[in-house]
């Protein structure tokens, strides 16, 4: 019953029959997958389309405060498809009331329709129009969120304006609110000055940069730490808040306030004032309520509910000056000055 008997006598088992059929199936699948016949009644559309010189201009992204925003981005190519574009050779504009405020360039793109973002890599920015002084950015990679209307700078970018030059892990410029958050590892350096910290901001509209958290100063004859500090780019002057600590290789000074004038070469002190001098001879501490430091002449003044300790002597006068060159601080002005000697 196993077999089957075909003409001329000849006996063949069933199951060959059943491994030939699978063998012609084969055989016809095979020949489907390859030749694809059914692409002769629909054609396949292509996956990719390349434009040239393709210009996206004049886009609403969103309204601020009545006034239209929109960004304009040009490419030399542009190669899409249904989810994302592919830009060579990239240069665009953010737009206020159709005026540029911030322009860039860019070396390669990547438009993803579907998130609303733009990833750029070799990246140059700088701002216009509202922003005094301009500032510029250079970034190996860059997201353009378009929701949030931001930059986001990534892979150690660095922020340029004039001689001032900051650095950081992640930058993020914020088009609505017009700022800049500089992320961790934030260094600024201007002149002989270097400004470290966790985060900082720098607000546009003012132009004032404030370091948060950590912040420590370096410079070429002094160096100190704060809570807080603000630059303000426009008055050349840097403001260390809270709990400030400067240092030199002769004294330490403390306050609440101590704000570095690098135009005018100078360092104000305000707010429970303090010098102690590093002296291994003399043994100085000078309280008072406010000083000023002039590194021209290399003397601190001061002024305000002064008194001075030095070895075994109490110094009060209404005036008071700490001279560098002389490691040694002494009365001035016109004003009484009384000189008390303790014993230990």
Do not use: H
């Not at 969120?145 to 892990?169: E, G, H, V, W, Y």
């Not at 002057?237 to 330490?252: G, I, S």
């Amino acid at each position: 019953m196993n077999r089957l008997v075909l003409w001329n006598g000849v006996i063949i088992k069933r199951r060959f029959v059943l491994l030939l059929i699978v063998l012609l199936l084969t055989l016809l699948w095979y020949g489907l997958v390859k030749y694809r016949p059914w692409d002769i009644i629909i054609p396949v559309a292509p996956a990719l389309r390349k434009l040239p010189d393709y210009e996206f201009q004049q886009v609403v992204l969103r309204d601020v405060s009545g006034a239209r925003t929109f960004y304009r981005i040009s490419a030399n190519t542009l190669t899409l498809d249904k989810t994302q574009g592919l830009l060579e050779q990239v240069t665009g504009s953010i737009l206020e009331n159709n005026n540029p405020v911030f322009d860039f360039i860019a070396q390669r793109g990547v438009l993803s329709v579907a998130k609303r973002t733009v990833t750029f890599q070799d990246f140059s920015g700088w701002t216009s129009g509202r922003f005094y002084p301009p500032w510029r950015i250079d970034s190996p990679l860059v997201y353009w969120d378009n929701t949030m209307q931001s930059f986001t700078f990534d892979k150690k970018p660095k922020l340029a304006s004039r001689d001032l030059l900051i650095s950081a892990s992640k930058i993020v410029y914020n088009q609505i609110f017009n700022f800049f958050l500089i992320g961790n590892d934030c260094e600024v350096r201007r002149g002989d000055y270097i400004l470290q910290s966790d985060r900082a901001v720098l607000k546009n509209a003012i132009d004032v940069l404030t370091l948060e958290d950590n912040v420590a100063l370096q410079g070429s004859s002094l160096n100190g730490r704060a809570d807080l500090a603000d630059w303000d780019i426009r008055q050349d002057t840097v403001r260390l808040r809270n709990n400030v600590v400067v240092q030199t290789d002769d004294v330490v000074l403390t306050g609440t306030l101590v704000a570095l004038n690098s135009r005018q070469n100078t360092v104000q002190l305000q707010g429970d004032v303090r010098l102690r001098s590093k002296s291994a001879t003399d043994d100085i501490l000078v309280n008072t309520d406010r000083a000023v430091w002039n590194r021209q002449t290399e003397k601190i003044e001061f002024f305000e509910n002064t008194r001075a300790w030095k070895n075994n002597s109490l110094i009060q006068s209404d005036q008071l000056v700490y001279d560098f060159a002389k490691k040694d601080v002494a009365a001035s002005g016109t004003g009484r000055t009384t000189i008390i000697q303790t014993t230990e």
